[in-house]
């Protein structure tokens, strides 16, 4: 069993900056890439960011320039640092890994419930 943990959201003013965390946890052979997406109400699932095992980083134009993704591959733990947050923003931000959990089976995607994060204006 994995599971995928989130914390760190909450409600902020518009320019606010929030840090969400991510560990996953269980049966786990190696992780691959660790991402957040987020959900507005009304709107698609949509990737904010992403990182690869490596630390190599992408970005939705979206986030680019305010959001930061890191990763601890030693706790695998990925984290979102929200910075200038927009009203805009506001959505709830799910975390998303690529497991491995045995070293004969194949990878596949996780993700955790979610946490909301809310901006107001």
């Known amino acids: 069993q994995v599971q995928l943990v989130e914390s760190g959201g909450g409600s902020v003013q518009s320019g606010g900056s929030l840090r969400l965390s991510c560990a996953a946890s269980g049966n786990i052979f190696s992780v691959n890439d660790m991402g957040w997406y987020r959900q507005a109400p009304g709107k698609q699932r949509e990737l904010v960011a992403k990182?690869?095992?490596?630390?190599?980083?992408s970005y939705a134009d979206s986030g680019k320039g305010r959001f930061t993704i890191s990763r601890d591959n030693a706790k695998n733990t990925v984290y979102l640092q929200m910075s200038s947050l927009k009203p805009e923003d506001t959505a709830v931000y799910y975390c998303?890994?690529?497991?491995?959990?045995?070293?004969?089976?194949?990878?596949?995607?996780?993700w955790g419930r979610g946490t909301q994060v809310t901006v107001s204006s």
């Open positions: 990182i690869t095992s490596g630390g190599t980083t």
């Open positions: 998303n890994a690529n497991i491995r959990r045995y070293s004969m089976e194949g990878p596949r995607d996780y």
